[in-house]
């Protein structure tokens, strides 16, 4: 029974990998495949207004609770014991509305809570069906999200299936996953003395990219698409 103990775990580590290998994996980036949505921006712009409308509300009813306890202040020494208890109740009344406000409005699960899941959601769903689709068709086990909350310290852009996604949706770039273009043959001109007017190198090619050094290689743009 101790050696049948002590060899499974050795068994595992031989399987382990032959198992990993038959399995894909593939990661997305989600806020790049939102920001890439028109409806997902008019929802946005949409939830700013109407957070910009009730911080507005807010502020005025601030104002209105300051203009209170000033008027209180000044007339403070005219106030019978009555009056000012009555003041200060209306005072800490105010104080209370407010509150319940701000927290009916921008607290967990209030108004601004519920308008985003509401403009929002119907986005969220597209893409993930999306992602959804993509999965299926790549045979992908699992689909990783960049930007949520596992920390990705490294990706291979080959397993990278945003553009996928993109394609799904019919939001994908023409030039998607094209290589660079080359760029110009650039020839330097050596200085003839140390410290000379020539002191910088002069490039043949006087367009603003030809400033760059000369052992400057071109960009390449993310690496080409996963089979």
Known sequence: MKRLLYVLPLLWLVLWPMASQAQKFGYVDSEFLMSKMPSYAQAQAELNTLSQNWQKEVEAQKKDLDKLYRTYQAEEVLLTEAMKKKRQDEILKKEQDI????????????????????????????????????????????????????????????????????????????????????????????????????????????????????TRKPPVRKGSKPE
């Open 99 to 214: 509150k319940a406000y701000q927290n009916k409005v921008f607290g967990y699960e209030g108004q601004m809570f519920k308008k985003r899941q509401e403009l929002t959601k119907p986005v969220q769903d597209q893409v993930f069906e999306a992602i959804e689709k993509v999965a299926k068709k790549k045979q992908l086990a699992i689909v990783f999200d960049k930007s949520g909350d596992l920390t990705m310290l490294y990706t291979n852009p080959a397993h990278d299936y945003t553009e996928f996604v993109l394609e799904e949706l019919g939001l994908a770039s023409e030039d998607r996953n094209q290589p660079a273009q080359k760029g110009a043959v650039r020839t330097v001109t050596t200085p003839a003395t140390p410290g000379g007017a020539a002191d910088d190198a002069v490039f043949d090619d006087q367009t603003p990219a030809s400033k760059a050094p000369a």
